[in-house]
Structure formats: C-alpha cells, structure tokens
C-alpha cells in the first residue's frame, strides 16, 4: 500500500514495441506516400492492383507479461522490451485483386523467403 499511497506507483505489465529507428521511419513515410500518389493517379485507367501480405507465426514461446510487472509512475515510463527480428517461424502468404480475387494461403517452411 505504500507503494501506492504515499510514491503513486502502480504495478504495469511490461510493453513490447518494434525496434524502429528514425530512417526506417522516414522510410515507411516515403514509400506511403508514393503508394498513396499511384492509387489516387494510376498510369493507365482500368489498372488491376493486387495486394499480398505475408504473416510471421513465431513458434517460439511465448513471454507471458501478465507475471512480468513494472512499478512506475505512469506506463510511460515501464520500459519496452525489443523482440528480434527472425525468430522461429512458418510464414503464411495470400493475394487479393481489386476485383475481389482472393489466392488461398500459401504455407512455406522455415528457411524460405519471399520477395
């Protein structure tokens, strides 16, 4: 209670954030504009967009913050905690076109890359 009454800290689960430094912000500023610009002014009228993702299912396990607390303040203060980039994974890929043609998902193994 003291924690609480007299010094106003609460107890935070610890956040996790992307480890993304000020060039790659600039970066994904950059691309989203010119992306934005091709949509709203296409080459050629009548031009057939197709839009992918891929997703990352991590097969590690995972870190339960529920049990990993941080006394602070505020939660701006509890620090983040990067993850890596390339943990274990199994990758999930699919397309859809702007005339509502969706791909089935793709599966691929660990080691693959796509680009």
Not at 32 to 42: F, G, I, M, R
Not at 58 to 68: F, L, P, R, S, Y
Not at 74 to 87: E, I, L, S
């Amino acid at each position: 209670m003291a924690l609480n009454d007299d010094l106003r800290y609460f107890s935070y689960k610890r956040r996790r954030g992307q480890l993304l430094t000020e060039m790659g912000r600039e970066r994904r500023l950059g691309n989203a504009k010119k992306l934005l610009h091709l949509l709203k002014h296409p080459v050629e009228l009548g031009t057939l967009w197709f839009f992918s993702d891929k997703k990352n299912f991590c097969q590690d396990q995972k870190v339960n913050t529920q049990n990993n607390r941080w006394l602070a303040y505020c939660p701006a203060d509890v620090p983040r905690v990067p993850q890596t980039k390339f943990p274990q994974t199994v990758i999930v890929f699919s397309c859809v076109s702007s005339e509502g043609d969706v791909m089935p998902p793709n599966f691929f193994e660990q080691g693959l890359r796509l680009n």
